[in-house]
């Protein structure tokens, strides 16, 4: 992935005559929005990064005319707070998205999933739900959106926990395949998206594949909202073209004295501040490759904080927000906190930290779903990195 320097855009919230959008490509074949999507190189701004075009391709590939669109809002990662945003201040742009998905793949009905926390967005949705059902009306697309509130689990923010609660079951992942675009809600064909990305579907009709993928790098097109906090004089909302390095990063938005940037929330990866120029924003390998993906939280640390107060913060969460459902993350989840408060108050010896590695890469391995896999991530990195601060 090649460098790039932070660069604003200024894209997302800006006006756009939504109907207009709307009309246009709802005159289009199907296969050419999703011609345009694929061409994008759009990926999904939940953080998993899959594929918009290719998502809707294969949905719009099934048989059979009850399928859905799911508009994910639940918006539970630590450190994000743009999706909040964005149905805030622009609500019709988030369900003009849906109607795109519902119109390629012959859905007629959709789901906006609310964070529980979110209520308060309540009456301003209801309210745009009735000029976006006028509309539906006005271009005979048969397609309706309802709200469905969470109950407030992280864990079903993941799409087949999410799709498990709005059946009434308990918000627990489903094994994969099958995928949601196979086998979703109600056992029928469904489309989940990332409120942002369902927005950037609607960008992309607007300004055209071609001029999307001029912003950002090769793997990683376009721009994202990042949810930026913690020791920084910008808190808040930046739109950023992706493929930037941390070191761009962190002289735009740090306070000076940047010790380690948590990129992609408790489930992303720590990087220390020898590795900033090394590491862009992106969607490829991970910490490997040099490239880390995130939903758009990036939090970030200076000197005065201490990597065992931040990871102890962590392990609490996914204590907290396993399901329980499988034992490598119900178990391994108690076992690496009790284990570093262990070695933090000198009950175990450091080298018990290489143990709690090992059973982090197991829980890699072997977690059902991307809760527990993920739980690594920011273990390793921040045990790996800052050591001695883990010790008694
Ligand atoms: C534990 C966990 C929590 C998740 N929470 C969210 C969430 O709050 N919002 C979201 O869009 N995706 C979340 N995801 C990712 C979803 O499973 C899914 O990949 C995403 O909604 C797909 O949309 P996209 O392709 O537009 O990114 C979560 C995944 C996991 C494993
Ligand atoms: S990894 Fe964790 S959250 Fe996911 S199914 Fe297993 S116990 Fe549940």
Same mark, same amino acid.
């Given at each position: 992935m090649a460098k790039k320097k932070v660069k604003r855009v200024d894209l997302i919230f800006k006006g756009c005559d939504c109907n207009k959008v709307l009309t246009d490509a709802l005159k289009m074949p199907k296969e050419e929005i999703i011609q345009m999507l694929l061409d994008s190189e759009l990926k999904g701004r939940g953080g998993a990064g899959f594929p918009t075009g290719l998502k809707w391709k294969m949905a719009a590939a099934e048989k059979g005319n009850r399928k859905y669109i799911i508009c994910n809002a639940d918006e539970g990662e630590p450190g994000t707070f743009k999706d909040r945003e964005i149905l805030d201040q622009i609500p019709l742009k988030v369900l003009g998205g849906m109607a795109l998905a519902a119109y390629v793949t012959g859905a007629r009905e959709g789901f906006i999933y609310l964070r529980h926390e979110y209520r308060f967005l309540i009456p301003k949705l209801e309210k745009t739900l009735e000029t976006f059902h006028q509309w539906m009306e006005d271009f005979e697309l048969d397609f309706t959106v309802k709200l469905f509130i969470g109950g407030g689990a992280y864990i079903c923010g993941e799409e087949t926990a999410l799709i498990e609660s709005m059946e009434g079951k308990r918000g627990e992942p489903r094994n994969k395949p099958p995928y949601p675009t196979h086998d979703g809600y109600l056992g029928k064909p469904t489309v989940v998206n990332n409120v942002e990305t369902l927005v950037y579907s609607m960008m992309v009709m607007h300004i055209g594949s071609g001029e999307f993928k001029t912003m950002g790098v090769k793997g990683s097109s376009g721009s994202k909202l990042f949810s930026i906090s913690g020791d920084t004089p910008k808190a808040g909302i930046h739109e950023l073209e992706l493929g930037m390095s941390l070191d761009d990063f962190v002289k735009e938005f740090g306070d000076g004295n940047t010790k380690s940037v948590q990129v992609g929330g408790a489930s992303g990866f720590c990087v220390p501040r020898n590795r900033f120029k090394e590491v862009h924003v992106g969607y490829e390998d991970g910490l490997k490759g040099y490239s880390i993906p995130t939903g758009g939280s990036m939090m970030l640390f200076n000197s005065s904080r201490s990597m065992y107060n931040v990871l102890h913060n962590y392990l609490v969460f996914f204590e907290e927000e396993? !399901?329980?459902? !499988?034992?490598p993350c119900r178990v391994g989840c108690q076992q690496l906190l009790k284990g570093v408060e262990a070695v933090k108050y000198g009950e175990k010896s450091h080298k018990y930290l290489d143990d709690l590695l090992h059973l982090a890469a197991t829980m890699k391995l072997t977690a059902k779903c991307g809760l527990g896999q993920s739980v690594a991530n920011s273990f390793s990195s921040i045990v790996e990195n800052f050591r001695e601060e883990m010790i008694y």
């Open positions: 396993s !399901c329980g459902q !499988c034992t």
